[in-house]
């Protein structure tokens, strides 16, 4: 089950791994936009040729097209427009690059999901896995208990039924009866002559 759960995560690891590095790219590369990048951006022109027509046929129109106050209104609208249109552009790129950096760490925060996803399961696997060998040597010694209770029981068993099939005659016990009918140096005692 680790395995596949690894394997059904590695697409979303992966995808974190290509977002983080996109992350810390963006953070490296960072900067605000140039005059030539806000010039360069479509339609940028054409606004300003756009206004500044219009401006030089509304002094046209009141005989001011080469006058100092239709060059100075003219001069202040390129200013202004260039202005504007910079401040709009730096919003539009800090608007992308949020969208981006938000696209980025969803994506990094669905593979860390992934990611815990399989640390999770290798620890479920790693408990199991141990749970069961401690069971199986629990196992193994609870046998071992048995086995040896076992032939314990059996020793018991065997020298009860040997002394209670052995009757001692009147005043000699058992053992001393025992060693002298068995060994020829045994006294009746009880004891071996040595």
């Given at each position: ?129 141990s749970?069961?060998t ?13 086995s040896?209770?076992s ?28 060693d002298?009918?068995n ?12």
């Amino acid at each position: 089950m680790y395995n596949q759960t690894r394997e059904d995560n590695i697409p979303a690891l992966s995808a974190r791994n290509t977002a983080l590095q996109r992350l810390t790219e963006m953070l490296g590369t960072s900067k605000s936009p140039s005059a030539s990048d806000v010039q360069n951006e479509a339609g940028y022109q054409f606004g300003l040729n756009q206004g500044l027509q219009a401006q030089q046929r509304q002094a046209a129109a009141r005989g001011m097209s080469n006058s100092g106050q239709a060059l100075t209104a003219a001069a202040r609208y390129g200013t202004d427009y260039a202005s504007t249109k910079y401040n709009d552009a730096f919003n539009r790129l800090q608007s992308s690059r949020q969208q981006q950096w938000n696209e980025g760490a969803s994506l990094a925060g669905l593979g860390q999901t992934g990611s815990s996803q399989v640390a999770a399961s290798g620890t479920n696997y790693a408990n199991q896995a141990s749970a069961n060998t401690i069971g199986a040597g629990n196992a193994q010694a609870a046998s071992a208990i048995a086995s040896g209770n076992s032939w314990f029981n059996t020793g018991n068993q065997l020298a009860g039924w040997y002394a209670s099939s052995r009757k001692p005659s009147s005043g000699n016990t058992w053992a001393s009866e025992w060693d002298a009918n068995n060994y020829p140096g045994a006294s009746s005692s009880g004891g071996f002559d040595w």
